[in-house]
């Protein structure tokens, strides 16, 4: 890096030095740029090896060992075996299916058709948009208290008891009930998560050119045949996307399980697949038997994903 | 949001704005802004006020829809019991740690896979986006078991804000979304910089930056409200009661504590993001459709 003449004269002749200094030419000069490009990439990387990558790793390696006094050792299928036979195994995954189908069902339909609705208003719309995305700034543990505490006791004294009582509706004993404790939660979740796909859906809509409505209008199609025949075709490829990542965010329930039932909640009927890897890592001092948890349900996550690819390649 | 000039959506503009589309219109319009009030501000008007009533108000039938005797000494006892002073700093320490970390490095990563293209830089990247597909409850018991004694230096970050700052580093998320901006910035800038002697760093800080205030505000936001919102990550790695979150400190008080005065602690605990939100919400709102990839 010795460049002791002007400035000026070193743009107009850098190449003609090279005998001298071969690195300064081509090779060279990539090499350091490279330098410099992998100094910028270093601390990021290294994050990502650490915190992200290297535990992909670890993770499957544990799951096929044990560590018993500070001893590891390889021990097959064994704590696959172990988990599965867990009693609280099964349940957990069909209590995490019901809550992705139901709020599959309910979050995901009812975002789309509110950022349609909300899509038509002229007026008020930045107050509805904030209203609709306020839940989703609050910290979970937050909203669950007031959801545990206040809109679910079952007592008549509660928000929502309170409310079915004054519409003369049965009130309900909500997550002291095993039948209600599944919907409760997802009504809860979203709630508390829905904002994100209305917001996300809305800037979908907008991007709609005009004249298909238009054109569909002129061949008499009334409104629902617009949504079916314009809206959802032109917004195919978000609503896949948004389904998928909801499919992988609900697969994770644990939050709500851990505050609102207390992690298990009446009758195991709340106990999820992630609390189940919480119980065995952090409570039954079996961090082999959660990760062999994580990597099932890890393979299970990557069918939908699988699944997802194909459905969005198919039509491309 | 111009009242007419926006193109034409489900339902043509004429039509609402004659006779029977009109009054439909106005009638929709009503009852859709009552009912989302109530549905979305309801319960957090029912948690502010709710903590205010008594013991014996609360568990009145019916309830009460203002509280008949307000007990401004709920909100006390949790600031007190809860020592929320320290939790709140705390939560802030690590959301500041979080954006301080993630702007320098994530940013650095994004510009140099973006403008310096480092060999192998496709292939890193195609790594970091890999992370996406992986659900956070895969690595949960991994990441712990790295955390509590990492590679090579076999240092336990427990009770360390090192923990939360660099674990959130790795977020493909926001080196995407950097990545993307960056990428939408002319070469011809990065050259005449270049051809005027400038060093990449130099480029980055004089040229680079100034143009990407926004999404560099949108990362900040985000950095903070994940921290914010987070809680089993830090409930795992900041064990003790000096180093809690506000949310796993709420949540470790919740069985020994009078319920009005849990509830009187979540909200104090959720007034700085929505105070946030509030003054960021065309930031927070533009930036998750800009992206709209996050999980």
Redesign the interface.
């Known amino acids: 890096m010795a460049i002791t003449t002007a ?1 000026g004269s070193v ?1 107009e002749a850098p190449r003609p030095a090279s005998p001298a200094r071969p690195a300064r030419t081509g090779l060279g000069r990539k090499v350091r ?2 330098l ?3 100094a ?2 270093i ?3 290294l ?2 090896a ?7 790793i ?2 499957i390696v ?1 799951s096929f060992q044990r560590t018993r006094r500070g001893v590891t050792s390889w021990v097959g299928w064994d704590n696959y075996i172990r988990i599965v036979n867990d009693p609280s195994f099964w349940t957990a995954w069909k209590n995490t299916f019901y809550f992705t189908v139901l709020a599959l069902v309910v979050g995901y339909v009812v975002p789309f058709f509110v950022a ?20 989703v ?7 669950l ?2 959801f545990k ?3 679910y006791d079952p ?5 929502f008891n ?1 409310i079915l ?2 519409l003369h509706l049965p009130t309900s004993q909500w997550m002291q009930s095993p039948e209600m404790t599944m919907p409760a939660m997802v009504l809860a979740s979203t ?1 508390m998560n829905m904002g ?1 796909a209305v ?2 859906y ?2 979908a ?2 991007n ?4 298909l ?2 054109a569909a ?1 002129l061949d008499g199609a009334g ?1 629902w045949r ?2 079916v025949n ?2 959802i075709p032109q917004t195919r490829l ?1 609503l896949l ?1 948004l389904a998928m ?2 499919i ?2 609900t ?2 329930l ?2 709500e399980p851990l ?1 609102l039932a207390n992690g298990a909640g009446a009758e195991d009927s709340a106990t999820s ?2 609390y189940l ?2 119980q065995h ?2 409570f039954q001092n079996d ?1 082999n038997g ?2 062999a948890l ?2 099932i ?2 393979v299970v ?2 069918g939908f ?1 699988a699944a997802y690819a194909r459905l969005t390649a198919k039509q491309d | 949001m111009a009242q007419d000039s926006g193109t034409r959506t489900l339902i043509s503009h004429a039509q609402l704005r004659r006779g029977r589309g009109k009054a439909i219109y106005w009638t929709l319009l009503t009852v859709v802004v009552a009912v989302f009030t109530l549905v979305f501000l309801g319960p957090l008007y029912w948690m502010v006020t709710g903590a205010l009533k008594s013991g014996q108000e609360i568990a009145q039938t019916p309830p009460t829809l203002f509280p008949a005797d307000p007990q401004p000494q709920n909100y006390v006892d949790a600031w007190n019991n809860l020592d929320l002073a320290k939790l709140l700093f705390n939560t802030f320490y690590y959301a500041t740690g979080a954006v301080l970390f993630q702007l320098v490095l994530d940013t650095a990563a994004a510009y140099s896979l973006s403008k310096l293209r480092p060999v192998f830089g496709n292939a890193i990247l195609g790594l970091m986006l890999a992370t996406l597909m992986i659900p956070a409850m895969v690595l949960i018991v991994p990441q712990y078991v790295t955390v509590i004694d990492l590679p090579i230096l076999h240092i336990n970050l427990l009770d360390s804000p090192f923990a939360i700052w660099l674990p959130l580093v790795a977020n493909a998320f926001n080196i995407f979304l950097l990545k993307r901006f960056f990428d939408s910035i002319p070469e011809d800038l990065m050259a005449a910089a270049l051809v005027d002697g400038a060093t990449p760093l130099r480029t980055l800080w004089s040229i680079i930056l100034p143009m990407s205030r926004p999404i560099l505000g949108v990362v900040s936001i985000f950095a903070v409200t994940a921290v914010w919102k987070d809680f089993l990550w830090p409930k795992l790695v900041m064990p003790s009661p000096e180093t809690r979150t506000v949310s796993v400190g709420i949540y470790a008080f919740a069985g020994g504590t009078p319920m009005n005065v849990v509830v009187a602690a979540s909200v104090i605990a959720a007034i700085p993001t929505v105070v946030i939100f509030l003054i960021f919400q065309r930031n927070i709102m533009s930036g998750l459709t800009t992206g709209s990839l996050k999980g």
């Open positions: 400035p743009r740029d490279n410099t490009g992998h910028f990439l601390g990021a990387v994050c990502f650490v915190f992200s990558w290297y535990p992909m670890r993770g544990m349609i609705l909300l899509n038509e208003f002229r007026h008020a719309r930045g107050y509805l948009r904030i209203l609709v995305y306020l839940p700034m609050l910290p979970p543990a937050s909203a208290f007031l505490f206040y809109a007592s008549e004294a509660g928000l309170a009582k004054a709630w994100s917001l996300i809305l800037a809509l907008q709609i050119p005009g004249e409505y238009e209008e409104i617009r949504i314009v809206t978000i996307l990542l909801q992988v965010a697969m994770q644990f939050i505050i697949v992630a890897i919480y890592g952090f961090l959660a990760a994580g990597v349900m890890l996550l990557a994903s």
